[in-house]
């Protein structure tokens, strides 16, 4: 196979690139660390088969994107022409094998004119079909029923193969989604009377044209003499299932990916692809590429301590010869609101030091609902940004829904709230309603509140009027305590009264766990909204109508030239393949990141760990890791414990920024022991423990608590003193001085400012370390300015404040 190449085309790789180039005399396996040069290798590849006389169209590369197959496709015209690498069979899996199924359609009972459904085709029909069969789509959601009949494709069942599975009818059963069998059969066939595919039968239909037409089958084993996968980490079992098809005449298939990037198992993607790929083909020479040209080599190296750490992997040793760099930076801060405020002020440090722009930073979380405190703070200091693959906060769809609630109990004439509301959950109010009641209010001139308010003079059904009327009276019972009630406790009625809660919790798929999260993170944003205006004594603007005058800063998208450089915010799977200068890996906690429904299984802890190390390696020159000791979940501050990840980076490579006597009382602030120098602590959960919780987010309903109540009154007051009594008691400091319980005594709720002076540091439970500037009042009027180091000045009520005096 192999002719005298030329020199000036592989002169251009290093040494470990260059062979795994030149090798193409059987199957290889090429782990291709993080940014070690894998699509210059597979480019290269292609051109040198190319150069060696191989036919374009005898070469087969199926990548995961059409982006990454533009980049080859142009990248092999510069190096050869473009007309072989136009003639390349060249593409996604899915778009090369529409190809093949277009022209051997008559084999499967296809017309070759077969039109494709995406997601929202497939969903739509399944609507239609479980309307049409009468079941109830509270159970059966469109979108569950989707997730779950890919499944089934992308393990090769069949519809048919389905419904004969009793242990699937079994689980279904269990699941209250019985008839499921009956839907994907009944889908399946309108599929094909619609001769239309979806994205799972054009793998699983290629699968069984090869598996029941030898002939077929041979003709383009033959036809591909050479084989490339790309992000072979990334295949599914329907992929490589093909794959063994086709490659079993030559056997000459090369495969490149790196395991220590497979993070993608909830679509299906099995690590054990590659792992086992030598198993598989026992001929299989493998090539290691672990020279990372992207990052520094402390990065490098704090990234590869981490990873020693899983069990199940192909050994290798990434390396750089880069500058030595900074090492990895960890920032445990007090909050989630000081979380965002310290990597705010990094990005500025960086930019006025080493110049560059806001795009050159990227902020990597594990749940899309930690975007928030980031964006408000971006948005507060004027900062721009984009969020990758996803909306603003404030534009998503459940977030949207909620403050339309708002809006609409703030003014219950506002139309486009009620609009967007009326029917949501879904109460029975169509659309025909909908504009008969849009009728009325246009001919009498009146507002669309004030047209609901008489729905029996509309000309409706008495069910509607009942519907309408029911709407009606919910919205005014929200209304007549919104001048009472706070806002985080009005909000929380209005989430459960109105069944946006139970709608929102009723999911266990992907989308509907981070529905429920972002739901969360809206909540926990009220309840920051009324605790931090009560502690700076503005108990008058802790009402729902405060709250969307702030929020409605924040609800619109920015208007901004999209050309304008922006930090990016992304979850840590939408990063992968792409790198910044610098990185900020934030939200490191346990339950968050490892998430909680990772804690169970060894293998999936080993995934979270997989995530981490892609979030690293995403930084050329600086790495910065943070947490929080406590952030808003469930309505109130939950103390959050280290990920246990942090220390499985060995400590040579990570620096700790640590305060004298902070995170000293492991028992009231989440856990930080200080064992080590670098922020080390003691009693970090051990790997493999084990979670009672629910992973599910959970919004505690009003019935479930006690009795919402003002936060003004004297209950609200004692209960208050009594969180700050358990949370901040009296401990010792390395220094032996001592730590007050809290700001106001047990006696009376008058502020105790014992010690408290003007230049004192304290320590605040969300706000962090600051300096006292002034001290004014007496009693329960009694005042403090203080100066935080992250977050800025702020002006406390004592009687409310959470602090402690270092």
């Not at 994107?65 to 533009?70: E, G, I, L």
């Not at 980031?374 to 940004?385: A, G, K, V």
Request: overall charge neutral; aromatic content about 10%; charged content about 25%.
């Amino acid at each position: 196979m192999e002719k005298q190449h030329n020199s000036s085309l592989l002169n251009e790789l290093n040494d470990m690139q260059r062979e795994a180039v030149m090798y193409n005399d059987g199957p290889s396996l090429v782990i291709a660390g993080a940014g070690s040069g894998k699509t210059r290798v597979l480019t290269y590849k292609i051109a040198y088969l190319l150069e060696q006389g191989m036919k374009p169209w005898n070469i087969l590369a199926l990548t995961f994107t059409n982006k990454a197959a533009r980049e080859m496709k142009d990248r092999v015209a510069n190096l050869i022409n473009y007309e072989s690498a136009r003639q390349l069979f060249m593409g996604t899996f899915h778009s090369v094998f529409a190809r093949i199924l277009r022209i051997e359609a008559e084999h499967i009972g296809f017309g070759r004119d077969f039109t494709i459904y995406d997601e929202a085709d497939s969903r739509s029909l399944l609507k239609n079909i479980i309307k049409g069969m009468a079941l109830d789509d509270k159970l059966y959601k469109p979108a569950a029923i989707y997730s779950r009949i890919s499944m089934a494709k992308n393990n090769l069942v069949t519809a048919e193969a389905y419904a004969a599975d009793r242990d699937a009818i079994q689980r279904d059963l269990k699941s209250n989604i019985g008839a499921l069998w009956q839907i994907f059969q009944t889908y399946q066939a309108r599929c094909r009377q619609a001769n239309a595919m979806d994205f799972d039968d054009l793998l699983l239909n290629t699968f069984l044209l090869f598996r029941d037409n030898e002939e077929v089958k041979n003709k383009y084993a033959r036809a591909f003499e050479y084989i490339l996968v790309d992000e072979y980490q990334d295949t599914n079992f329907a992929q490589v299932s093909i794959l063994n098809q086709i490659s079993s005449h030559q056997g000459k298939i090369c495969v490149v990916g790196d395991d220590y990037q497979s993070i993608y198992s909830f679509r299906g993607a099995n690590i054990d692809n590659i792992l086992s790929f030598r198993e598989q083909h026992s001929q299989a020479k493998l090539f290691k590429l672990e020279r990372n040209y992207r990052s520094t080599r402390k990065i490098v190296e704090a990234a590869n301590s981490l990873m020693k750490h899983n069990r199940r992997q192909i050994p290798k040793d990434v390396y750089s010869e880069n500058d030595d760099g900074e090492r990895v930076v960890y920032k445990p801060c007090y909050s989630d609101k000081e979380e965002a405020a310290v990597v705010t002020s990094q990005i500025e440090r960086i930019r006025q030091t080493e110049g560059g722009t806001y795009a050159d930073f990227a902020i990597l979380y594990r749940t899309n609902a930690q975007s928030r405190t980031f964006e408000e703070e971006f948005r507060r200091r004027d900062i721009p940004y984009r969020i990758y693959g996803g909306l603003s906060f404030y534009q998503r769809k459940e977030i949207k829904d909620a403050i339309a609630y708002f809006r609409l109990i703030i003014n219950p004439h506002d139309e486009e709230a009620i609009r967007r509301v009326i029917n949501y959950p879904a109460r029975g109010i169509g659309a025909a309603t909908i504009a008969k009641i849009a009728s009325m209010a246009m001919e009498n001139q009146t507002s669309f509140w004030d047209a609901i308010a008489h729905p029996e003079v509309i000309g409706l059904s008495g069910a509607i009027v009942a519907k309408l009327t029911a709407f009606r009276d919910m919205i005014n019972e929200f209304i007549a305590c919104k001048d009472e009630e706070d806002a985080f406790t009005l909000a929380r009625k209005i989430i459960f009264g109105t069944g946006m809660e139970a709608d929102i919790k009723q999911g266990r798929e992907q989308e509907d766990i981070a529905r429920q999260e972002n739901l969360e993170a809206l909540m926990a944003a009220l309840q920051e909204f009324v605790e931090t205006a009560t502690e700076e004594g503005r108990t008058s603007q802790i009402y729902l109508e405060n709250y969307l005058q702030e929020v409605a800063l924040y609800s619109d998208l920015d208007k901004k030239d999209d050309n304008e450089p922006r930090v990016t915010l992304m979850t840590i799977h939408a990063a992968k393949g792409l790198e910044f200068p610098t990185v900020f890996v934030v939200g490191l906690e346990e339950n968050l990141f490892p998430s909680i429904m990772a804690t169970h299984s060894m293998n999936q802890l080993e995934e979270e760990r997989r995530l981490l190390y892609v979030a690293i390696t995403r930084a050329e020159r600086h790495c910065f890791l943070t947490n929080a000791k406590n952030r808003y979940q469930y309505g109130k501050p939950q103390f959050c414990t280290p990920s246990r990840f942090l220390r499985d980076i060995a400590p040579e490579f990570i620096d700790g920024e640590v305060e004298v006597n902070s995170f000293a009382d492991q028992v009231e602030w989440g856990g930080y022991g200080q064992s080590r120098s670098f922020g080390r602590w003691q009693n970090a959960n051990p790997v493999g423990s084990q979670f009672k919780a629910d992973p599910r987010p959970k919004i505690t309903s009003p019935s479930e608590s006690e009795t919402p109540i003002d936060p003004l009154s004297p209950r609200t007051r004692a209960r208050l003193a009594a969180e700050r009594s358990s949370s901040f008691r009296r401990i010792s400091s390395s220094d032996g001085g001592s730590s007050y319980q809290s700001a106001a005594s047990s006696k009376n709720n008058i502020p105790r400012t014992d010690g408290l002076a003007v230049g004192k540091r304290i320590e605040h439970q969300r706000f962090g370390v600051g300096i006292v500037e002034t001290l004014e009042g007496i009693g329960e009027n009694a005042r403090a300015t203080i100066d935080f180091r992250n977050v800025g000045r702020k002006t406390l009520l004592l009687k409310f404040a959470k602090f402690r005096i270092l």
